[in-house]
Nanobody, 113 residues
C-alpha cells in the first residue's frame, strides 16, 4: 500500500510563501496522477492541485499562486505556495488523484499576521 509523508508546513504571514513536500512509497510512482489536497476546519477536503505526466491542474482559488511539481526519481511531489492568504489555512495532504483511502498525517499551514 502506498504511503504518503508530507512536510514543509508552518506559520506564515499573508503574502508569504511555503514549499510543501511529499515523499511516497511503492512502485510505479511515475505513472500515478498525484494531487495536493487541503482541509480547513469545518470544511470538506478539497483538491487544490494535480499533476499527471507534465500536465497540471489547479483549483480556481489557488491558480496563479500555487505550483505543483514532481520528482519521479525521488518519488516526491512538491507544492510551491506563493502570495498566501488567510483562507489558505488548512492541513495539506498529498495522495493519488483520485485519492486512495490511505491518507498521510498531513502538514499544517497557517497564514496569519
Amino acid at each position: 500500500q502506498v504511503q504518503f509523508v508530507e512536510s514543509g508546513g508552518g506559520l506564515v504571514q499573508p503574502g508569504g510563501s511555503l514549499r510543501l513536500s511529499c515523499v511516497t512509497s511503492g512502485s510505479f510512482f511515475s505513472i500515478y496522477s498525484m494531487g495536493w489536497y487541503r482541509q480547513a476546519p469545518g470544511k470538506q477536503r478539497e483538491l487544490v492541485a494535480s499533476i499527471s505526466g507534465a500536465s497540471t491542474n489547479y483549483a480556481d482559488s489557488v491558480k496563479g499562486r500555487f505550483t505543483i511539481a514532481r520528482d519521479n526519481a525521488k518519488k516526491t511531489v512538491h507544492l510551491q505556495m506563493n502570495t498566501l492568504k488567510s483562507e489558505d489555512t488548512a492541513v495539506y495532504y498529498c495522495n493519488k488523484n483520485p485519492p486512495t483511502t490511505n491518507w498521510g498525517q498531513g502538514t499544517q499551514v497557517t497564514v496569519s499576521s
